[in-house]
């Protein structure tokens, strides 16, 4: 079973527009983890973000969690067409083995 | 090329038939995953390795499936007696153990097609 679930399931803008991604989880945390795929390059991490922390950034890539909500968000400024792909988000449950379990992802895709 | 890699990049069976991928991780890392995935959803975890200890396996794989990481290092997948219904991309990844947020590195995977 899928433990995060992005929101929307797709995302179509213009190059330039920042893109807006959520994820929400059903159980405690210990880590919540972004990555990217497309065709090309298959699964490739993004950034990870530690459940005793609230928001990271990475390049145009800025991460927030809230736990109470038990919720993420991907905001991706200033896109770029080569940003299109899909983006998942994983989790790795507290006590757990850490293994990441995966949403079924958002696909964006930026027209230039 | 240093990441993980995965072979064949395609494999085409028909029902019935055994197949075995194969996955060379990153060297030095100690963990290896297995996951499944079909259109339109994320990965699905399979099983794990720890160095050549197999730790976790999902209720997902059934009988018909076996890994194998005999040295530590490289780890087939087997399937036995195909079913339509295992078509699928087989993705390997591998990480080193570390604290908690172990970052995966994922190969391209292999598409498997059963007909």
Redesign the interface.
């Known amino acids: 079973s899928?433990q995060g679930e992005e929101d929307p399931q797709a995302l179509s803008i213009q190059e330039g527009e920042n893109a807006t991604m959520n994820c929400s989880y059903k159980t405690s945390i210990?880590?919540l983890?972004w990555y990217r795929q497309n065709s090309g390059r298959?699964?490739?991490?993004l950034i990870?973000i530690?459940s005793n922390e609230r928001e990271k950034h990475s390049g145009r890539l800025r991460v927030t969690l809230d736990t109470s909500k038990k919720s993420s968000s991907l905001l991706i400024t200033a896109s770029r067409a080569a940003d299109t792909a899909s983006y998942?988000c994983?989790t790795?449950r507290s006590g757990g083995?850490?293994?990441?379990?995966?949403?079924?992802?958002t696909s964006l895709i930026v027209h230039p | 090329d240093t990441g993980v890699s995965q072979n064949p990049r395609h494999k085409i069976t028909k029902r019935g038939q055994n197949v075995t991928f194969r996955c060379d991780p990153i060297s030095e890392h100690n963990r290896l995953y297995w996951y499944r995935q079909t259109l339109g959803q994320g990965p699905e975890f399979l099983t794990y390795f720890q160095n050549e200890a197999q730790l976790e396996k999902s209720r997902l794989l059934s009988d018909r499936f076996s890994a194998e990481r005999p040295k530590g290092s490289f780890s087939t997948l087997e399937i036995q007696r195909t079913e339509q219904g295992d078509s699928a991309m087989y993705l390997c990844a591998s990480s080193f153990e570390g604290l908690a947020g172990i970052e995966q590195f994922f190969g391209p995977g292999t598409r498997l097609t059963v007909l």
Not at chain 1, 42 to 45: A, D, I, K, M, P
Not at chain 1, 97 to 105: A, K, L, M, N, V
Request: glycine letters at 14%; hydrophobic letters at 35%; a positive charge.
């Open positions: 899928q210990n880590n983890q298959g699964l490739v991490h990870l530690r998942f994983a790795a083995s850490y293994i990441p379990t995966f949403g079924r992802g």
